[in-house]
Antibody, heavy 122, light 113 residues
Framework: EVQLVESGGGLVQPGRSLRLSCAAS????????MHWVRQAPGKGLEWVSG????????GYADSVKGRFTISRDNTKNSLYLQMNNLRTEDMALYYC???????????????WGRGTMVTVSS | DIVLTQSPDSLAVSLGERATINCKSS????????????LAWYQQKPGQPPKLLIS???TRESGVPDRFSGSGSGTDFTLTISSPQAEDVAVYYC?????????FGPGTTVDIK
């Protein structure tokens, strides 16, 4: 069964850091680009960042550029999001999502995890 | 950045009554080299992650009921639910994957009367 399981969320003070992880199983992880998408409570979806199969192509939303870093470890079938200098507006449910059919960034998100909640508050 | 707008914000339909959701892009998402529209539709039910319904503007994903259909090209797109069922109550989002940053529409809430 294809599965994505996020972890690492929690309560953090503004200005602090957090690292999210996504464990993938049931598919050839290193064949696909991967993404992080977030959803603030009661709000819509916002793409945060994406990474190609070999980490050769990476993209970020303007709202997180310079503060967040996406990475992957294909030997561990894992995706990561290092979040620094967190702001209250970063508070959201963070989903890990698999690229639909491609190894590059421009593709749909066909498999989603259940998300990990990040709360930013003093 | 490509901005997607959706209309209406919400709609309530009777069982079996056609539901139509529109998505308009601020610029084309048609990739001319392969004539493919880089536009997807997702369904999100309460408490669940989004589910991919349609890719390339009109290609239904495996397992998606055929009452869901997508159409349009360039900058104007439509998701149609031909005969909505109770289980179709959800928020529907369009999304472009033409270029980064990938963006979503604000969502349309579908309810059953």
């Amino acid at each position: 069964e294809v599965q994505l399981v996020e972890s690492g969320g929690g309560l953090v003070q503004p200005g602090r850091s957090l690292r999210l992880s996504c464990a993938a199983s049931g598919f050839s992880f290193d064949d696909y680009a991967m993404h992080w998408v977030r959803q603030a409570p009661g709000k819509g979806l916002e793409w945060v960042s994406g990474i190609s199969w070999n980490s050769g192509s990476i993209g970020y939303a303007d709202s997180v550029k310079g503060r967040f870093t996406i990475s992957r470890d294909n030997t561990k079938n894992s995706l990561y999001l290092q979040m620094n200098n967190l702001r209250t507006e970063d508070m959201a449910l963070y989903y890990c999502a698999k690229s639909g059919s491609g190894s590059t960034l421009g593709d749909t998100f066909d498999i989603w995890g259940r998300g990990t909640m990040v709360t930013v508050s003093s | 950045d490509i901005v997607l707008t959706q209309s209406p914000d919400s709609l309530a339909v009777s069982l079996g009554e056609r539901a139509t959701i529109n998505c308009k892009s601020s610029q084309t998402v048609l990739y001319t080299s392969n004539n493919e529209n880089y536009l997807a539709w997702y369904q999100q039910k309460p408490g669940q992650p989004p589910k991919l319904l349609i890719s390339s503007a009109s290609t239904r994903e495996s397992g998606v009921p055929d009452r869901f259909s997508g159409s349009g090209s360039g900058t104007d797109f439509t998701l149609t639910i031909s005969s909505p069922q109770a289980e179709d109550v959800a928020v529907y989002y369009c999304q472009q994957y033409y270029n980064t940053p990938f963006t979503f529409g604000p969502g349309t809430t579908v309810d059953i009367k």
